[in-house]
């Protein structure tokens, strides 16, 4: 159970200090949006959620392929700053790429340990093609 906690705990506790970082950088509600962008109150909880799930995937098929899950996750962390902080659109658009390249990795690692492990990650990676619009959509707009 504690390596359970703690698998969960390390995504959501680097979730909640990016989101730390950026907090005084957000301007998501100033941006020109593209269609279907979801009020900003949304991510949080969208991601806290995904957070989740990533840690129990990783605790599920025991931990393996531990270089490819923390790479994503540190990818993932970065590319927050990259668009809040640097406000670096085209390059956060490139950055989401190769971040759906590296979850495709790990769904496929995981999947290959354990079935649910990888499955249950397909959430994740739907949310970040659809990070993927958003990122471009506002690249375009602004």
Do not use: H
């Amino acid at each position: 159970m504690k390596k359970l906690i703690k698998n969960i705990l390390i995504p959501v506790i680097m979730g909640g200090i990016v989101g730390l970082i950026i907090s005084p950088f957000m301007n998501y509600n100033n941006l020109n949006k593209p269609p279907l962008s979801p009020p900003g109150i949304v991510f949080p909880i969208v991601w806290t959620i995904l957070y989740i799930i990533m840690g129990y995937s990783f605790y599920k098929q025991n931990e393996q392929n531990k270089t490819i899950y923390y790479t994503q996750l540190i990818v993932n962390g970065l590319w927050s700053i990259i668009f809040f902080i640097f406000k670096w659109y085209l390059i956060s658009t490139i950055w989401i790429i190769l971040l759906i390249i590296l979850v495709t990795i790990m769904i496929y690692k995981f999947y290959k340990e354990n079935k649910i492990a990888g499955l249950i990650n397909i959430p994740y990676l739907i949310w970040l093609f659809f990070a993927l619009y958003l990122s471009f959509g506002v690249y375009l707009l602004n």
